[in-house]
Every structure is written in C-alpha cells, then in structure tokens.
C-alpha cells in the first residue's frame, strides 16, 4: 500500500496578482554586410586554353577531390561555362581563388544566394 | 623527338633545332609586358566590379605575390634550357632532361605561355581545337603550333607526375 505523503501546498499568496519577469533586452546590431559571414562561393570560369587534364589536377591538389568528382566539376566548366567548387568563409574562399590563380585558371569570389 | 621518363627525370631526345628552338621560347614567350590582354589573364581579378575593396586588396597583396610565383616557375624552366646551349653544331639534334622536381615549374611556365600567345592571337575557340592544323604559312599558325606543341608538353608531364601530389586537407 502506497504512503500517502504529506503535501505541503505551495504557498500561494492571496492577491498577490501574476508573477512578471523583465524581458532581456536584445540589442540589434546593424553590421555592414561584408561583415557577416555570409557563405562565399569560389567558381572558376571556362578557358579554352587550359587543359582539361590540367585543370582536374589542380581542382584535386587544390581541394583535395577525388579525381572522379574533380573531374565532374571540370566537365561543369567546359560544358556550362562555370562551376562552384566551394562555398563557405570568405577568408578560406579568397585562399583557395588565390591558389587557383596561382595555377593560371579563372577562378573569382562570389557571394552565395 | 622522342620524349619517355628516367629515374628522376622526364627526358626529350632526338630535339631537331625547330622545336629545340620552340622550348628555348618558352620563357620570353611567358613574358606578358607590352600585351595588355595577356597581362590581364594572367592577372585577372578575383571578384565582379562590386567587390572594389577585395579587388583592391588583391592587386596590392596578392598580385605581387602571383608575379613572384610565376617569374620563379619561367627562371627554373630557363635554367633547365641552358642545356640546350651547348657548342655542338648548330643543325644536331639535341637531348634535354628536366628534373622530376620542376616538373611544377614547367607546367606553370608553359601554361603562362600558352596564355600568353593565345591572348595575344586572340585564337578562337575552334582554332585552339584544331590540332591537326597544317601546314605553318603565317606567323599566326607558327603561334598556334606553339601552344599545341606545349600543351603536348604538359600533357605529357601530367600524366607522369599524374596529379599525385597530397592536396591540402578539406
């Protein structure tokens, strides 16, 4: 047989009127929008003089790609003229348009969206 | 010309003067002063015209950094054809042999050049294709049989370093 134990009621005072708790204050601050990190995207542009071979193997030393994926993204600059290889911090983003500048390809920095 | 892999060492052999001649080009052929079009390839921006403040930091950091790298690439590849000057009769066939650690080096150096000439040309899309162009009548198809000529050069130095390099991690 189960015990009934002793309830002490919660003291509930008489008009004490509902219990209200500040809000926090949430402070909105305006950034400039280059200050938000926003996802970079690097897209690297078609040439018609860079080899295909050439560029697959600087999308997988400059990424680390498997040659299959590298590739597909190499094929996506022939045959559409253009291809986002990452996205992400602007601050990786711009050393990875400079690596692939240093490999002579067309690559820039684009805002995602 | 026959062209095979040693030890530590990519190997062209049996160079008749014509194309010995075309590889002593590649370093002033990489040069793109006087070409404003080369030189914009070459140094193109990283971002569109809206991104000012990263254009501008570009070409004041990286840009000088960029010419560095490839002015570093052409002066190894021009060393290596020092080989070719050698004292034998001017018409013998020469070998040359470049280390397998430049192999970097000429692969920078000839792309450099191969963008170069093409901006320089401004060679079509087509033109560029066709690598069964003959024969040489102009100074232009001379151009155009350059940059096929070092693209089967890196062609073949790709496929024997084969991309192997370990890449950064992601």
Known sequence: MAQSAAITPFPVTKNAGPATVD????EHETRPEEDLDLPWQ??????PVNLMTYVTMVFQRVFGYPREKAERHMLEVHQKGRSVLWSGMRERAELYVQQLHGYLLLATLEKAG | ME?????D????SELDPF???????????????????????LFSPP????EAKICAEWKLYVEPELRRLFQTATETVAGDLEQLNGSE?????RTLRIPSKHADAWLSALNQARLVIAAKYNFTDRELGDHFRSPIGSRRDLS??????????QEFILRESDGSQKAPED
């Open chain 2, 47 to 50: 971002a569109n015209d809206k």
């Open chain 2, 9 to 12: 060492e990519i190997e062209i």
């Open chain 1, 23 to 26: 809000r926090p204050t949430i």
């Open chain 1, 42 to 47: 690097v897209v690297v542009h078609n040439d």
């Open chain 2, 89 to 93: 009769k001017s018409f013998a066939n």
């Open chain 2, 144 to 153: 155009l049989f350059q940059v096929n000529f070092y693209g089967f050069l």
């Open chain 2, 3 to 7: 062209i095979c892999r040693r030890k």
């Open chain 2, 19 to 41: 194309l010995a001649e075309l590889l002593r080009q590649i370093p002033p052929s990489a040069n793109p002063e006087g070409v404003p079009a080369a030189e914009q390839r």
